[in-house]
């Protein structure tokens, strides 16, 4: 699927300012008028999970239970690019699969799948999904937290999971199929979109520990960023394989993980005015925002 950039739309206000400059810069020398613009995409979906939605980013929705942010990136996105219709549908905890089922959230509260909010119309979609899938990052935040204090010079963690024969690492292919079947149905669905898959951000350093902020154990520091890389790799892979784009969060990340001065993703304590535990800050949000923007331009 070969994705085309449209031109920017002229608005009915082009052809009066065209008039006015022709007719008065032929005896003022007045400067021309500014020529507006239509906006490039006037009606956005926003679909994926909590690194999405954004939960304890000021201010944030509790009522359906997916603990969206009026701060988060759609939002942000949404006003950069001044696109009137925005629709989003992403959820804390949703995986793949409540893509196209409906995602239970909390006590017997439940939310349509996300792909019910496209439409033929639809002209712009961001996708950020997969880390929910198989238990990921639930693993990775809880498991490698609490095995912290069995060894921590070691790996517990990647051991304990390697004896109980759990590859998270492999698994994350079976995420990048899942992507594309989603990213297939959302063509199907709006088939004139935009479509941008967007990556995740790093969580653990290149080097160095912060046990305060990010208790792992020194040898599971590495493994969780082979994780992180894994899952990137693999949905900038469905991406290609769907032919959308793809928004490399991991890469733009440099220095910005749980551990860094100016950190984009909160550690351990969840801080109720700025970001739940291992989910992003304003910053973060706001990077992101900054980086589909410039992959849209």
């Not at 613009?37 to 690194?51: K, N, Q, R």
């Not at 999904?129 to 809880?142: C, E, H, K, M, R």
């Amino acid at each position: 699927m070969t994705r085309v950039r449209r031109l920017p739309r002229l608005t009915v206000l082009v052809a009066a300012a065209a008039l006015l400059a022709g007719c008065t810069s032929s005896g003022s020398g007045a400067e021309p008028l500014p020529v507006p613009d239509e906006p490039a995409f006037t009606s956005y979906v926003a679909l994926g999970d909590s690194f999405t939605a954004g939960p304890l980013v000021p201010t944030t929705a509790l009522a359906d239970g997916c603990l969206r942010s009026d701060g988060n990136y759609p939002a942000l996105l949404a006003e950069r690019l001044d696109i009137a219709r925005v629709t989003d549908v992403s959820c804390s905890g949703a995986t793949t699969g409540d893509l196209t089922g409906r995602q239970k959230t909390v006590g017997s509260a439940t939310v349509r799948p996300q792909l019910d909010a496209l439409r033929r119309g639809t002209d712009l979609v961001t996708l950020g999904i997969g880390g929910n899938d198989f238990a990921l990052f639930s693993t990775l935040v809880q498991t490698c937290s609490r095995l912290r204090p069995v060894d921590p010079q070691g790996s517990p963690c990647a051991e304990q999971l390697r004896a109980q024969g759990v590859d998270l690492v492999a698994r994350t292919g079976d995420i990048a199929d899942r992507v594309v079947a989603a990213l297939r149905r959302i063509e199907a669905r709006a088939p004139e979109a935009e479509v941008l898959v967007v990556g995740y951000p790093r969580l653990t350093p290149e080097t160095g520990t912060c046990p305060r902020r990010l208790p792992f154990a020194e040898g599971d520091y590495a493994w969780g960023d082979r994780l992180t890389r894994a899952l990137n790799d693999a949905l900038a892979d469905a991406a290609d394989r769907a032919g959308v784009g793809f928004v490399d969060m991991y890469a733009a990340s440099e220095g910005h993980d749980i551990c860094a001065e100016d950190p984009w993703v909160n550690g351990r304590r969840t801080d109720r005015a700025a970001a739940l535990a291992y989910h992003p800050f304003a910053a973060g949000m706001e990077a992101v925002a900054d980086e589909v923007a410039d992959t849209l331009s």
